[in-house]
């Protein structure tokens, strides 16, 4: 793919795609421009397009170009470009291109940067599709030619443009690698073959990753991952990814679940849409990707990427609900439900990478809950936190990002619910209520008090049923997000 910056002229698009607000002020200045070109008074095409979200506009101007106006609503901001663009590329993109062009003249020049780099991203998303196990070979869209490129009009510095959009490319380039290992099925997708791909990830990027596999895992003592993957003929494996660049003040500390299938264990789920919870290692994905876009971005933060990875099986081997096991941190738990599985694994994670690391600053990112489903729906993650600053951070970023996080409390009456006779704590609350805030409530147990703790609930996030799948479809969710925080509120 190509980028290049045009400020007074078109050159070879084949389209040029023009986000066009509601708001007033912007829309006329997005209007004012093409009015002339397609010789329509101003006042007409703002009767005929308001630009509201999801309208859409086709226009041929004088010149023979082909205009593409593309409602954003009321919403304007960058994310909701990646969202406007991604669609219309993922509708059109047997037939878009090779060349297209981006119009931004009319965003103000500060953040013409931001928009140009949000542009790039979601053209790029828009070309996504899983294909790894398709037989039959599929058409390369014009886009993915590599003569293919995208103009962008702006007015800001050229150079920093083809910079920010070759950089925003890649970052597209590391999401599809991550709505790839979501997508991949569990009979291909376990724990070791996780490891591999983080691994991969690791050497195209460069960053480090070790693993550690059961005997390793047993002297160390992560028993809790060990039982939880003990009914797997998949062995659990700990991945762990490290950042770390010289200039780094700051430690952090991310953990994400990698349950490479979850069918609920002995608990076992019912059959109805149990095929999605291949996807209960979307928190793991998240991390892999994160720490991808880490090394393309040159983040000057020293992260510390941890995945507990497990298949949850029902077998003669696996975990049964009432046994007692013990963890990483030495304190013993009792396994009311063995679908409450992720936060077993999370629990010797967590305790783990604070015991081995300290970390300065430490989220978890897991698709933990239905019980988080039931409260924000599909909308916004769930979020806990012990840090009041850690949150607000947290949830500025989801704002800036659209991947939206709500703050819920960690009360310790919540942790009455998790009080048993015959072990430390368990792993199921007594009442059928606050399941999401229960399972905070035990992961914090495991935090070793850490001060700056975060956890994300993205069980309702981590896929979506969109237009661009016939099923639900990885989000990525939680890649843009920690990357924001990451590069705006950390380093
Ligand atoms: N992976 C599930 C949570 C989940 C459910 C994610 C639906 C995405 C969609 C998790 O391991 C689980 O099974 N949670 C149980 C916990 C319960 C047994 C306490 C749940 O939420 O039902
Ligand atoms: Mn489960
Ligand atoms: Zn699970």
New binding site residues.
Partial sequence: MHFTHCYNSLQAASEILIPVPELRDLRQAALQRLAAEVALPLARLEAEFDGDAQRELLLFGRDGHKYVLLGMGTDYQPHRLVRVLRHYVSRKRHTLGPVVAVELRHVPTADQMEWAGAAVYGIGLGIYRYELLKTTPQQAFPLEAPTACIELLCATNGEAVVDTATREWRLAQAMHRVFDLVHTPSNIKTPAWLAEQAAAAAQRAGFEVKVYETQALQQMGMHALLAVGQGSPHAPHLIVMEHRPAQATQKVGLVGKG?TF?T?GI?I?QAQNMH??KS?MSGAAALIGIMEAAAILALPVHLIGVVPAAENAVDGKALKPGDVIHSYSGKTIEVI?T????RLVLADALSWVVRQHRPDQLVDIA?????C?RALGTEAAGLWSTNDALAEALIEAGNHTGERLWRMPLWDDYFEYLKTDVADIKN?GSKPMA?AITAAKFLEYFTEDHPAWAHLDI?GM?LKQDDFGHDRMATGFGVRLLLHWLRQHVV
């Fill in positions: 349950i979850d609920g608990s789920k999605l919870m209960d439900d679908d409450a599985e992720g698709t933990l809950t239905g019980s489903i199921l399941g069980a981590a």
